[in-house]
Nanobody, 123 residues
Framework: AVKLVESGGGSVQAGGSLRLSCTAS????????MGWFRHVPGKEREGVAT???????NYADSVKGRFTISKDNAKNTLYLQMNSLKPEDTAMYYC?????????????????WGQGTQVTVSS
């Protein structure tokens, strides 16, 4: 099992940047593929970016070129660098882990979730 704790959310103006962090505790962190998801009340949770065990990344079309997912295995930490933020990026952001060599954009395929961190972008 792994426990995930997100941090780094906050309020910024459009065009600004934030970096989210997700620190994992538990066993075999390197055996998990990871993802960032976001949720707005009234909408379904959506995949933002994923990174598999080999380090291959995938992004939602809405964030390509603006967001970067990365991980530091030595620190058991996942990151999401968010640049050129837009009001429509406002959401609760969650990191998630799944016990697989492959990452997916489907929330239901992830085994472990953090508590979330709020990102608010004002125009």
């Amino acid at each position: 099992a792994v426990k995930l704790v997100e941090s780094g959310g906050g309020s910024v103006q459009a065009g600004g940047s934030l970096r989210l962090s997700c620190t994992a505790s538990g066993n075999n962190y390197r055996s998990y593929s990871m993802g960032w998801f976001r949720h707005v009340p009234g909408k379904e949770r959506e995949g933002v970016a994923t990174i598999d065990r080999a380090g291959s990344t995938n992004y939602a079309d809405s964030v390509k070129g603006r967001f970067t997912i990365s991980k530091d295995n030595a620190k058991n930490t996942l990151y999401l660098q968010m640049n050129s933020l837009k009001p429509e990026d406002t959401a609760m952001y969650y990191c998630a882990a799944r016990s697989s060599i492959w990452a997916t954009m489907i929330p239901e395929t992830y085994n472990y979730w953090g508590q979330g961190t709020q990102v608010t972008v004002s125009s």
